[in-house]
Nanobody
Framework: HVQLVESGGGSVQAGGSLRASCAVSEYHYTTYCMAWFRQTPGKECEGVAVIDNNGVTRYAESVKGRFTISRDNAKNTLYLQINGAKPEDSAMYYC?????????????????????WGQGTQVTVS
């Protein structure tokens, strides 16, 4: 099974930038789509951004134009660049890989489709 380890979270002032990373143990069919989610206490897990193996991306409306998801398959690493950070971006951020094969043309942003998760990295914007 693929293992995911996030890093790079931390504290940033509103308007600032931060980059989170996710080390991926191996690439196979479950890593065709990889995503970043975030969650705050008492709220549902929110899909932030997803990227497929060809670099095609999707974003939640709340982060479009500010967040950038990317992947470096040679380095087995997924990234989330946060620019123009807002206090409402404060959350635990998780990277995730699919729970199986994905045959549809567009990667999902729903948590139910993802079966492998990292332990999370905290992002705090003040």
């Amino acid at each position: 099974h693929v293992q995911l380890v996030e890093s790079g979270g931390g504290s940033v002032q509103a308007g600032g930038s931060l980059r989170a990373s996710c080390a991926v143990s191996e690439y196979h069919y479950t890593t065709y789509c990889m995503a970043w989610f975030r969650q705050t206490p008492g709220k549902e897990c929110e899909g932030v951004a997803v990227i497929d193996n060809n670099g095609v991306t999707r974003y939640a409306e709340s982060v479009k134009g500010r967040f950038t998801i990317s992947r470096d398959n040679a380095k087995n690493t997924l990234y989330l660049q946060i620019n123009g950070a807002k206090p409402e971006d404060s959350a635990m951020y998780y990277c995730a890989a699919l729970d199986g094969y994905w045959l549809r043309p567009q990667c999902p942003l729903g948590a139910a489709n993802f079966g492998f998760w990292g332990q999370g990295t905290q992002v705090t914007v003040s």
